[in-house]
């Protein structure tokens, strides 16, 4: 009879459990940098949703906007939002520039800007 076990050496066991850590270390990480990257694609759809819904009125209302800067606020889709507007003159005649800069509120702070949307609307007609 022999009086030899078989099995792994302490040494074996502690280089699987590192490796197994590091792994596992990597795999929160990217975890992580996922739910980070939906967070920010999912704020970015949400501000294009209401910088778009704040062209679509300018458009549908059809009021000449005189140029100048405007802040508002808004909730939409659960959340609350901030919109800068910005209107100047249009490259061509009777068109303005509209600028919106939108971003959640967080608080009563403005967050960083989610979307921004550059347009032209043209006069309408009298």
């Known amino acids: 009879m022999s009086g030899e076990q078989k099995g792994f050496t302490l040494v074996e066991v502690l280089v699987a459990v590192s490796i197994l850590a590091l792994v596992m270390v990597t795999l929160g990480q990217s975890m992580g940098a996922t739910a980070r990257a939906y967070t920010n694609i999912n704020e970015t759809h949400l501000g294009f949703l209401v ?12 009021q000449w ?29 009777d068109t303005r520039r509209v600028d919106i800069e939108v971003g959640p509120l967080r608080g009563k702070d403005k967050g960083g800007m989610a979307y921004r949307l550059a347009s032209l609307i043209g006069k309408p007609a009298s």
């Open 51 to 62: 910088a778009s819904d704040k062209l679509v009125e300018m458009q549908v209302y059809q």
């Open 65 to 93: 906007p005189s140029t100048g800067t405007s802040d508002s606020e808004l909730s939409r889709n659960g959340r609350d939002w901030w919109i800068e507007t910005t209107v100047s003159e249009g490259p061509y005649p």
